[in-house]
């Protein structure tokens, strides 16, 4: 444990310095202009360790870590601040949460021109043995994946890009060009068989049933689909519009439009799903929601997969890790391995690039690639 003694001399006045205990040697750090200065040195010296410390207080002009360049913590609170005026406030608390099970515990102390590319690749390092905040009730500990990993440093990458551009205190992005961990194995993408969707849709909630075949028929993602009020459906084009999706923000879900602009996408509906919603949608105003739960409120997604979802698996007796996601998985796959354009796929998905549909779905296309290539054959002619 670090601690700080304040020293006042007629020469210098008052000065503060912080002292520890270094194999068995007692150290003191150079004397400190401000109270404040000696508290947040403390604070790396406990954190980060005295060498750190003192690496730390070089950079800083006067002997003082309250001179120069921001702590990353108060940039980063800073800066979500200034996002607030260009995005949702959900998008600003996630960021929030993000930072703070990642990069801030082991960054957030350190002052910006301190944070160095090497310190970047150690905090990659030990954020990948940390666990996670919901770990299994049986098995080993689950820690961060590299997916999480990327998406923390990527916040962290534009975070500090930006107070290169606001000018505090740094020239260079020290984040840019980290590379991240490639060494695990892509998780493989669950899909249902027919049998197995069969099987499933048996075992579902008959309340349930009409959102269960539109995630399947629209490959929409839940949170969209929860989302679609009545006004959206046009039961003479047969199409409905997805527009909005529910997102989180500090103190709950709120309806919110959707981000890309072929994310706001409309989707035509087949025949079955039409009368489904036909019924569904009588005595609706245009802004009432079409699927809702028992008591006629939202759906929680968490409560829909723990409840009716998981019950419907266990009726199948599928041992597959499908989720209601799955589903829009599946859908898309249905579609193009029956010959549908991945470009009708991509519109129908709400896939910003059809290269994003074409990475996901790539071992689907094989077919089409053949076909391509016999159509080139008999074009040249040998």
């Not at 534009?158 to 840019?176: C, D, R, S, W, Y």
Request: charged content about 25%; overall charge positive.
């Amino acid at each position: 444990m670090a601690y700080i003694q304040k020293r006042t001399t007629k020469k210098a006045g008052d000065t503060w310095r912080v002292g520890w205990r270094q194999d068995g040697a007692q150290m003191w750090s150079p004397a400190l202009a401000t109270g404040d200065g000696a508290v947040e040195f403390k604070d790396l010296v406990e954190r980060l360790g005295p060498d750190a410390a003192m690496a730390i207080l070089d950079t800083r002009t006067g002997r003082d870590v309250q001179t120069g360049a921001p702590l990353l913590r108060d940039w980063f609170a800073k800066y979500l601040e200034l996002l607030g005026a260009s995005v949702t406030s959900g998008t600003v608390d996630g960021y929030r949460r993000e930072a703070a099970r990642t990069w801030l515990p082991r960054l957030g102390a350190l002052p910006l021109d301190a944070i160095t590319k090497e310190k970047v690749i150690e905090w990659v390092a030990w954020q990948r043995k940390q666990p996670t905040a919901r770990q299994p009730k049986d098995g080993p500990v689950r820690t961060y994946s590299v997916k999480s990993i990327k998406n923390a440093h990527g916040l962290l990458s534009t975070t500090l890009a930006a107070a290169v551009e606001h000018q505090k205190g740094i020239v260079t992005n020290p984040a840019h060009g980290v590379k991240m961990p490639s060494d695990e194995a892509p998780q493989e993408m669950q899909i249902f068989t027919e049998a197995e969707w069969l099987g499933f849709i048996g075992g579902m909630d008959e309340h349930y049933l009409p959102l269960t075949r539109f995630l399947l028929g629209t490959g929409c993602r839940i949170g969209e689909a929860t989302a679609v009020q009545a006004g959206d459906v046009n039961l003479h084009q047969g199409t409905v519009t997805f527009q909005r999706a529910w997102k989180k923000g500090e103190t709950g879900r709120y309806l919110g439009s959707l981000k890309g602009r072929r994310e706001r996408r409309t989707v035509v509906l087949s025949p079955s799903i039409l009368d489904e919603l036909r019924g569904l949608l009588a005595g609706k105003a245009g802004d009432d929601l079409v699927f809702t739960g028992r008591r006629g409120g939202r759906i929680q997604p968490q409560h829909f997969r723990n409840r009716q979802w998981q019950r419907a698996l266990e009726a199948a007796g599928t041992t597959k890790r499908l989720t209601p996601h799955s589903l829009r998985h599946t859908s898309a796959s249905w579609l193009l391995a029956n010959g549908t354009s991945p470009l009708v796929v991509q519109h129908r998905l709400g896939h910003e690039s059809l290269s994003t549909t074409s990475r996901v779905y790539a071992h689907l296309l094989t077919e089409e690639q053949a076909g391509a290539s016999a159509i080139l054959q008999r074009a040249i002619g040998a």
